[in-house]
């Protein structure tokens, strides 16, 4: 082998190992700051601190002479309905039904299983959090629709970002231009940011219900893949 492939190799080793330390040091990043994140809200919830900011923004998003009118045109509660709705249990069990059902028959079942895991994991995580926290709908305005759970952290917020981030990786993956790669990475947040916003106008959650679910939900979806890159670079020692 001469100098010069030589030295070729030795740099796109580099620049490969480099890459790969930086996305560990991003995800671990990621999930440090969206650990600690949620624990400061979740402690400033059970303090009552966020009392004040969370009922002047729901109550801002009212008519100011009377809660039960959304402010915006007539179409708007209709139209944040639908948006709320891609974040609902049903719609999130059939994207990953489906994108499963794909995965076996392109027998990519590794990543199969870690999507799996990654959306039920998450899916008891919300739950559990739910239910040790037991914070009550918000009472201050009058809901836009029917909600019977819980409401700390919002279930809606912390699944989209899983589930959203989740697939939107799988599809990044296929792709070989960056530019894309981030577009469907960005589009991803942008739809579980446009969800937790939902969730606020509907008035079936507080806004620190929404802050707390993207937090857990970036927090698990980094933990996840991180599991999963070292479990691979084992695999392939």
């Known amino acids: 082998m001469s100098i010069k492939e030589n030295i070729l190799n030795i740099k796109e080793f580099l620049h490969n190992f480099a890459f790969r330390d930086l996305r560990v040091i991003v995800a671990a990043f990621i999930f440090i700051s969206a ?8 402690d400033e919830v059970n303090e009552g601190s966020t009392k004040a900011f969370d009922e002047t923004i729901l109550t801002t998003l009212r008519n100011a002479e009377n809660y039960e009118i959304p402010r915006g045109p007539k179409w708007l509660p209709e139209a944040v309905r639908d948006i709320t709705a891609l974040g609902g249990g049903m719609v999130l069990f059939l ?3 489906s ?17 799996l895991i990654t959306v039920a994991g998450g899916a008891l995580l919300s739950y559990g959090l739910k239910e040790f926290y037991a914070r009550e709908r918000p009472d201050v305005v ?16 912390m699944m989209s970002i ?10 990044a993956r296929l792709q070989t231009r960056r530019r894309i790669r981030v577009y469907i990475i960005t589009l991803a947040l942008f ?3 446009l969800i937790g916003l939902s969730r606020i106008y509907l008035g079936v959650h507080y806004p620190t219900d ?3 679910g993207w937090s857990v939900g970036l927090a698990w979806a980094s933990l996840v893949w991180f599991a999963a890159w070292y479990i691979q670079r084992k695999y392939d020692k």
């Open 35 to 42: 650990s600690w994140a949620f624990i400061e809200i979740a």
């Open 95 to 97: 994207l990953t039904a």
């Open 99 to 115: 994108v499963a059902g794909f995965l076996i028959l392109q027998k990519e079942y590794k990543i199969m299983w870690l999507m």
């Open 142 to 157: 009058l809901h836009l629709m029917a909600e019977t759970s819980l409401s700390f952290p919002s279930g809606h917020s």
């Open 162 to 171: 899983v589930v959203y981030l989740a697939l939107g990786s799988l599809i």
């Open 191 to 193: 739809l579980s940011f």
């Open 210 to 212: 929404v802050l707390a």
